[in-house]
């Protein structure tokens, strides 16, 4: 059974910076898709950004669109969300999740097997 524990939120100021970490346990990370979701209190779950199994492509929503980067280490089995020029509408619940069809990239989450705890993220004016 696959574990996700994500780890990084907290609270900081706009434009401030903060990087988050999914670790994964319980298969072979590689053969997995990743993604990162957030949800905000009363909103649904978005998609947030996803990364092929090697990382070879990657994929992002339109509001986090170069400020947000995803990445993956392999060796380590973590995926990391760098978010920078962070704003008061990124705060949310952030969720880690894990995609068996490991060269594609999810934007729903009914693409994705197993979740995270999630983590929180928020963000002062």
């Known amino acids: 059974q696959v574990q996700l524990v994500e780890s990084g939120g907290g609270l900081v100021q706009a434009g401030g910076s903060l990087r988050l970490s999914c670790a994964f346990s319980?298969?072979?990370?590689?053969?997995?898709?990743m993604g990162w979701f957030r949800q905000a209190p009363g909103e649904e779950r978005d998609f947030v950004a996803a990364?092929?199994?090697?990382?070879?492509?990657?994929a992002y929503a339109d509001s986090v669109k170069g400020r947000f980067t995803i990445s993956r280490d392999n060796t380590k089995n973590t995926v990391n969300l760098q978010m920078n020029s962070l704003k008061p509408a990124d705060t949310a619940v952030y969720y880690c999740?894990?995609?068996?069809?490991?060269?594609?990239?999810?934007?729903?989450?009914?693409?994705?097997?197993?979740w995270g705890q999630g983590t929180q993220v928020t963000v002062s004016s």
């Open positions: 999740a894990a995609d068996s069809t490991a060269m594609t990239l999810g934007l729903t989450q009914s693409e994705y097997d197993y």
């Open positions: 319980g298969r072979t990370f590689s053969r997995y898709a």
């Open positions: 990364i092929t199994w090697s990382g070879g492509r990657t």
